[in-house]
């Protein structure tokens, strides 16, 4: 009976511990009404966190590419990259810094279907614009809904 009592006071504890970790949760909503939801878990330890495009309901696409040093010379390819929002998490001191970002693609498939007889190495590259900065005071609760330049809304929670 006592060691279920134990394991029954350690249940609780762990948790309570869950519950109380430190967390940053957002949503942001695109102009076209593409909704992408993320949720931060941050340690004591936490340094800094890149979400890249966050996963949503437009899936990323598939781009062409081409390299030129291939064993055989040309050796067209094909990459996929994502687009939309994302966000940069980075610790400054007894704050942290939230910036939110876009991830765009520049395309270089109308090129590489031109190529015939010169070879240039040509690839898709990802672009990412830097749309709006927030600071965020470690252990003090902040709640905050914006409209960015974009068109993006925004709105996040983080609790300590």
């Given at each position: ?106 395309s270089e498939d109308k090129t590489i ?48």
């Amino acid at each position: 009976m006592n060691n279920r009592l134990s394991l029954y006071a350690l249940s609780i504890c762990l948790s309570t511990a869950a519950q109380g970790k430190e967390t940053l949760e957002l949503e942001i909503v695109t102009p076209s009404g593409h909704s992408y939801q993320a949720q931060q878990e941050l340690g004591g330890d936490f340094e800094s966190y890149d979400s890249g495009a966050i996963a949503g309901e437009v899936p990323p696409r598939e781009y062409q590419a081409i390299r030129c040093d291939g064993p055989w010379g040309a050796m067209k390819y094909r990459l996929i990259l994502a687009s939309g929002p994302g966000y940069q998490l980075r610790s400054r001191g007894d704050g942290l810094v939230l910036q939110i970002v876009e991830h765009s693609v520049i395309s270089e498939d109308k090129t590489i279907a031109a190529m015939s007889v010169h070879c240039i190495d040509t690839q898709p590259r990802q672009v990412v614009k830097s749309l709006h900065e927030i600071e965020l005071e470690r252990g003090r609760v902040a709640t905050q809904k914006l409209q960015l330049a974009n068109g993006y809304r925004l709105e996040y929670r983080y609790t300590p």
